[in-house]
């Protein structure tokens, strides 16, 4: 029986023995599942980081630091925002991370800061500086770099068992992998195999086909100017662009609006002809950031595109 007809239909003294009869296989069910949980809760974890080194960690963490936006998202996204203790200065999603102390970035993270709030658990990249200070300071560190899709799934796997709940990691993999292939069926068939370019930063550095970003785009059916041989997100000679071509543009709304004073780039036939996406800032930290929202970010990907074939399927 569904659980709202049972609360409807019992009556104050009938309800609990009706209660019993039609939910006892759900409620097994579910103090198994609470079991497990518990146990997971409360069993040793023992993680291999993307530097290759193994964290042990007694008991699932209950206050955690995280260093970059895309290891905040992912603690959230899992259910542990309110373990979170701090986060770096650029951390800005979900908006409940705001009121939480900022404890500096990539170069600059704040060791004393940090120590002094006794975390469990430090989320880093493996490049950040500070990492070999906290680790000598006996503070446990799961350091991860999510460069493409693969490395996002076992990011997230990685902090859903940090967390006490490894299953979660896969179940928030799928959710995003299923909002990519749902945005890949709104690009217009016309589009599919062009080949965009999307900036990073005017260096100009690139999303390449590699990346996490050259991926979803791949996903979606369309081509990159820049080879996955060339790295993930590699610096360009500005040449390189206009020599390639692009048929899309993608880029910061800032980006856009400088990419007609660069030497050469009036040029670009995707600048002359307005087949271009320029991505307000919030918009754009979703699409380069790899983690949770990943399968929205397809989705304004895939809305930019079907708006320059003018809505067309």
């Known amino acids: 029986m569904d659980r709202a007809l049972v609360r409807i239909a019992c009556s104050a003294l009938a309800c609990a023995a009706v209660s019993a009869a039609a939910l006892a296989v759900p409620v097994g069910a579910a103090l198994a599942t609470a079991g497990a949980t518990h146990a997971a809760a409360h069993a040793p974890l023992s993680i291999i980081d993307d530097r290759g080194r193994t964290v042990r960690l007694a008991v699932p963490p209950r206050r955690i630091i995280s260093l970059a936006p895309s290891l905040t998202e992912t603690v959230c996204a899992l259910g542990g925002c309110d373990r ?41 990249v493996p490049s950040a500086r500070v990492l070999a200070r906290l680790e000598a300071l006996h503070v446990p560190v799961l350091a991860l770099q999510p460069n493409t899709l693969d490395d996002t799934r076992r990011m997230l796997e990685a902090i859903a068992t940090a967390l006490g709940d490894p299953v979660a990691g896969e179940a928030e993999w799928r959710r995003l ?44 059916g369309m081509g990159n100017i820049v080879p996955a041989s060339m790295g993930p997100f590699p610096k360009l000679n500005p040449e390189f662009v206009v020599r390639a071509q692009p048929h899309v543009i993608l880029a910061s709304e800032q980006a856009l ?8 780039w009036a040029s670009l036939v995707a600048l002359r002809e307005r087949r ?36 067309k399927p």
């Open 177 to 220: 992998s299923a909002g990519i292939d749902a945005a890949a069926r709104r690009v217009p068939a016309r589009l599919r195999g062009q080949r965009v370019y999307f900036e990073v930063s005017s260096a100009p550095h690139a999303a390449g086909d590699g990346s996490f970003v050259g991926e979803v785009l791949s996903r979606l």
């Open 276 to 311: 271009t996406c320029a991505f307000a800032p919030a918009v754009y930290d979703l699409l380069v950031r790899p983690g949770p929202r990943l399968g929205e970010a397809a989705g304004r990907l895939a809305d930019c595109l079907a708006a320059l074939d003018g809505g």
């Open 257 to 264: 609006r400088d990419m007609p004073k660069r030497p050469g």
């Open 84 to 124: 979170l203790v701090g986060v770096d200065r650029f951390s800005n999603w979900p908006a409940q991370v705001e009121r939480l102390p900022r404890l500096g970035g990539l170069e600059d993270a704040q060791v004393e800061r940090i120590v002094a709030l006794k975390p469990d658990l430090v989320l880093a």
